[in-house]
């Protein structure tokens, strides 16, 4: 494994290193008693307090404090998920037309700030649950805002600049026994904030949930439901694309149809269906699909449930189509009431004949005193 390199942050073509390929979100459990209770076995959270040091820049941060022998247990807590910014470390930012960093610092593309970029420096210490031991361990962000470092146990781990999308990372061959040290370096702004500029408050850190999940010998990593409608709305084909990690066997199927079949890297399966009941708006029906996968002996690997809808909506002749109809779009009605207020002004606030005087209010353009009524 490589070492982090801060001055790629600087380079627009590096916005990810070493992290587990983008997939679908979907659960999966373990037997029919966890699906049914919703206990997620293969997952554990890692949300709650960190240790948490702040610097205003890079240069500031504390070298080396992602490895085994740095010891962070005196650095203050912070909550994950959360901004730093709503935690007491800098401050919320609204930024519209200008650059967050403009009136700080005055840089070109291809270079971010130096003087001030917020730096958030968190570290977890766990132990791997024993459910999850002997098997491969992964750790997912779900959101963290705006480039991420990772490192276990002092092993660069990788790098990631999708804000708002998962940022996973294999932990397995860098895992020990006991006690291990899960860092992150989270950097406010990066080579990619040049293009996140829109009118919206500015934030850093890690936002959104934390979690270790792990996932068995044979394992659908990513999963496609279609419906595909004919023209007469009365048969489907429910086509399933996966793509899997190890070789075995599935069964799936709904209340309408079922199949079984061989998964090895990418299959797809496609079950006829007579008469399913259409989603809409004002109908939401779904079907219950799970697909149970085996291994090759036939012990239950995982259970995968789904909720899935047959519907079709395509453009024709530029107007809208649900399942054969057109859409019809209903806005809510809004009623809009001006009322005029009014206020008196001291006559030594303004030269004028009378001691005061009444003024009715512009709710587009209030006065002093005087509140906007819509």
């Not at 708002?164 to 989270?186: D, M, W």
């Not at 990690?245 to 199927?253: C, E, F, H, R, S």
């Not at 395509?314 to 809009?336: A, T, W």
Request: charged fraction near 25%.
């Amino acid at each position: 494994m490589g070492v982090f390199q801060y001055e790629k942050v600087k380079d627009p073509t590096y916005y990810g290193e070493n992290r587990v390929a983008a997939h679908s979100d979907h659960r999966y459990y373990g037997s029919v008693e966890e699906m049914e209770q919703h206990v997620e076995n293969f997952r554990h959270s890692l949300n709650g307090l960190w240790k948490f040091h702040y610097a205003k820049n890079y240069e500031s941060t504390i070298p080396g404090f992602e490895t085994p022998e740095y010891d962070c247990t005196k650095w203050d807590d912070i909550r994950v998920p959360a901004h730093i910014q709503m935690e007491g470390y800098d401050a919320p930012q609204y930024a519209n037309v200008q650059y967050p960093w403009e009136g700080r610092e005055e840089i070109q593309p291809g270079e971010i700030p130096e003087r001030f970029n917020p730096t958030a420096s968190y570290v977890k210490y766990f132990e791997v649950p024993e459910q999850m031991k002997g098997k491969r361990l992964f750790v997912s962000f779900q959101g963290a805002e705006s480039g991420i470092a990772v490192w276990l146990n002092g092993t660069f781990l990788g790098y990631s600049e999708d804000t708002f999308t998962p940022s996973e990372f294999e932990l397995t061959p860098y895992l020990k026994e006991g006690e291990n040290k899960l860092a992150a370096q989270v950097f406010k702004w990066t080579s990619g904030s040049w293009c996140e500029d829109q009118d919206f408050f500015r934030f850093s850190g890690i936002y959104r949930d934390v979690y270790l999940y792990t996932i068995p010998e044979v394992h659908v990593s990513d999963l496609k439901v279609q419906t595909l409608l004919d023209d007469t709305f009365t048969k489907a084909d429910l086509v399933i694309d996966t793509k899997m990690i190890g070789t075995g066997k599935v069964k799936d199927g709904t209340a309408l149809q079922s199949t079984e079949g061989v998964l090895d890297g990418e299959t797809q399966f496609v079950l006829k269906v007579d008469q399913p009941e259409l989603w809409s708006a004002e109908t939401p029906v779904l079907y219950d699909l799970l697909l149970e996968v085996t291994a090759e002996d036939g012990t239950v690997q995982e259970l995968i449930p789904q909720r899935v809808g047959f519907r079709r909506f395509e453009m024709k002749d530029h107007i809208m189509m649900l399942n054969g109809k057109r859409v019809v779009f209903q806005p809510p009605r809004v009623q809009l009431r001006i009322r005029p207020c009014r206020f008196e002004r001291r006559a030594d606030q303004r030269p004028d004949n009378d001691e005061t005087e009444q003024h009715q209010c512009d709710p587009y353009l209030p006065l002093p005193g005087c509140g906007r009524h819509l």
